[in-house]
C-alpha cells in the first residue's frame, strides 16, 4: 500500500470516530467538513477585520501544537461565509492523529494567555474575551479539558457599530423597544486526547459538552484506537 493509500486509510478511520451527524445533536449546525490538510492548504478567508489581542485569543491551539496542520485530521464546523451566520451558533468538532500522543496541558497553558483578552473589529469596536477553564470529564488513560469562551460587546451606540458587530457574526439582540443591547456571546470547547488520538469540540449549547467528550471517547476506544 502506498503511503497515499495509507494516509487516506487513516484518515477515513479517524473521519468514522466522529459522531455521524444525522445521529448528532448539533447536526443541523454542520454545513461543511474537511481534512485538517485540505483546510490548511485551502483556508476558508479570515475576516479581514478582526484582530485579538493577545494572538493566543485566536491562536492557543496552533500555538500549543505547532505541527497541527501536517498532521491527520477532520473537522467539520459551521460554515462562517453563510450569509445567516452567527457566533451564537457556531459549532466545530475534530479529531486528529497525534504521534507520540498529547498532553492537554499544553493547551490548557496556551489558553491562559488568553485570560483576559480583547477582540477589536475593523479598529473601531472592541469588546472583551475571556478563557475560564472548567470541570472536565474524567476519563480512564485520557488527559481531559474544558473551557468557557466568552466574547463580550457593550450595547452598539448606533446602527453602523451594530452592522459592523452583526457583519463578523455577533449580532446584538433588540429589546422589546427596539434598541440593540449588549452581546454576550459565551461558547464551550472540550478537549479530549486518548493514546494518539486527538478530539475537539466547540459549541454554544452546554449539554453538548456535557456529553460529546465521552461519546466520542468511547467510540475511540471500541474501535480500537490507541
Known amino acids: 500500500m502506498s503511503d ?17 451527524i444525522d445521529e448528532h445533536p448539533a447536526g443541523r449546525l454542520i454545513d461543511l467538513e474537511s481534512s485538517v490538510a485540505a483546510m ?52 466545530i468538532d475534530m479529531v486528529i492523529e497525534t504521534p507520540g500522543g498529547i498532553d492537554v496541558g499544553r ?4 489558553a491562559r494567555r488568553c485570560s483576559s483578552g480583547t477582540l477589536t473589529l475593523e479598529s473601531k469596536v472592541v469588546g472583551t474575551v475571556t478563557y ?17 469562551i466568552q466574547v463580550r460587546f457593550d450595547a452598539p451606540a448606533d446602527d453602523a457599530t451594530a452592522a459592523i458587530m452583526a457583519r463578523y457574526g455577533y ?20 478537549y479530549v486526547a486518548t493514546g494518539e488520538t486527538l478530539f475537539m469540540v466547540l459549541s454554544p449549547d452546554p449539554a453538548v459538552i456535557e456529553s460529546m467528550p465521552t461519546m466520542l471517547y468511547r467510540r475511540a476506544r471500541d474501535a480500537g484506537g490507541n
Request: with cysteine; net charge neutral.
Open 4 to 20: 497515499n493509500a495509507g494516509n487516506e486509510v487513516r484518515l477515513q478511520r479517524l473521519r468514522s470516530l466522529l459522531v455521524p
Open 40 to 91: 490548511a492548504a485551502d483556508p476558508l478567508p479570515a475576516p479581514w477585520g478582526m484582530v485579538w489581542a493577545p494572538p493566543a485569543c485566536q491562536n492557543y491551539l496552533e500555538e500549543a501544537v505547532p505541527h497541527l496542520p501536517r498532521l491527520n485530521g477532520w473537522v467539520r464546523l459551521s460554515d462562517r461565509r453563510s450569509k445567516s451566520f452567527s457566533h451564537d451558533n457556531f459549532y
Open 107 to 110: 493547551i490548557a497553558e496556551a
Open 132 to 148: 475560564t477553564e472548567l470541570a472536565a470529564p474524567t476519563l480512564a488513560e485520557a488527559t481531559t479539558l474544558t473551557m468557557q
Open 171 to 190: 449580532v446584538a439582540p433588540r429589546g422589546a423597544d427596539g434598541r440593540p443591547s449588549a452581546v454576550n456571546n459565551i461558547k464551550q470547547v472540550s
